[in-house]
C-alpha cells in the first residue's frame, strides 16, 4: 500500500430483473424507482469510508446483482464519481449488455467486464432460471469487443441439475469459442432450505458424486487450450508478451492475498487490519441512514491476528503460487503438514520458507486445506 490505505474498492450494486432459484447473494427484484437514490447513498458512504483507501487504487469491483440492470444513467454517475484505478471491472448479465451499454462503460472508465454466462445450454439455463440465451451470450462479448474491451471474463456453472459431462464439454467448447481473457468455472452450490433444492434435490445429490469428474474435466480442457489454472476456480491466458499484461483478476487476486478492502453498499463486507463489518443487507434502512448522514447499520466482527492467519492459509493456497509461510506458524498443524507432504499433496519451497499444493493437492482443495490447519 502505497499510503497506508487499502488498495481495493467493492460496490454491491443489488437490482436484478429477477431472482434465480440457485441466488444467495444480496438481491432486489426491479425497484426502478430507487437506483439513483441507492446511487446517491453509495456515494454519501464512500464520502464516509473513503478515508481508509490508498490515494492510487489498484482496483474497483461493481459485483451484484446485476450491477448493469441499474439504469445507465446512475450506473454512469457512478462509475465517474469513482476513483480512478489500474483495474475497474463490472459484472454484467448477458441480456443487459447493448452495444450502447457497453460503449458507455468503456467511455465511463471500466477496463474489464465479467459476464455471467453460466452454461450455453438452454435447458440448463431453464434449470438455473436465466433470462439470458446462448445468443445473448455471444451478442455481448461481439458489443463489448466492437466498444473495444480487451478483458472481458465468463463465468460457467457446473453441476446442473440435468448436466452430463458432454453438456459440459460442450459449454467449455462454446465458451473458448469466444476466446475470453478469464474464465471462471464454479461449481454449483444450491444452499439447504432453498427452493431451488426443494425442486432438485435428488438431482443434485446425484451432481455431487460426479463433481470431482467435472472438475477434472474443466481443468485439463482449459489448460488445454493455453489458459493458467491460477486459482481452484480460476483461468486466465498467459502474460502476454507484447504488452506485459497479466490477466489474473486483480480484485479478487487482492482478496486471495489478504489485502484489506473497502465495501460499500447492502450487504457489503469491509476488512481493514483487525477489523471487518457487513452493512445492512435491508435496502430501506440502508437509503434511510445514507440520507441522514448516517452511516448505515453494520455487522462488526473483531479479527484476531490468529483469525487473518488462517485465511491467508485457506485463501493463498487456492493460487498457484507459493504461500510465504512468515508469519503463519501459528495457523499451521506441524503434523498435518509432514502429513500432506508425505502423502504428496504439498511441498514446501523456497528454502521452506513457502508452501504450494501440488497439482493432485489443488484438486482436493479444501481437504488438503483443512489437514494444514491448526
Known sequence: MDDGGARHLYVHLPFCAHRCGYCDFVTVVGRSGQHAAYVDALLRELELEGGVLASDLETVFLGGGTPTFTALP??????????????????ANPETVTAELAVALRRAGVTRVSLGAQSFRPELLRVLERVAGPDDVRRAVHHLR?????????DLIYGIPGQSASDLEADLDDALALEPEHLSCYELEAKPGTRFTHTWGEELARQADAMEDYFERVVARVTGAGYRWYETANFCRGLERASGRDLRSRHNLGYWLGHDYLGIGIGAVTTIENRRWRNTPRIGRYLEALAAGRAPERELEPLGGDVRARERVMLGLRLDEPLSLAGLDDALDADGLARVEQLGLARRVGGKRSLTLTERGRFLGDAVTVELLA
Open 74 to 91: 446512475d450506473l454512469v454517475r457512478l462509475l465517474e464519481a469513482l476513483p480512478p484505478a489500474l483495474e475497474v471491472t463490472v459484472e
Open 146 to 154: 466492437d466498444a473495444q474491451f480487451d478483458n472481458i471474463s465468463l
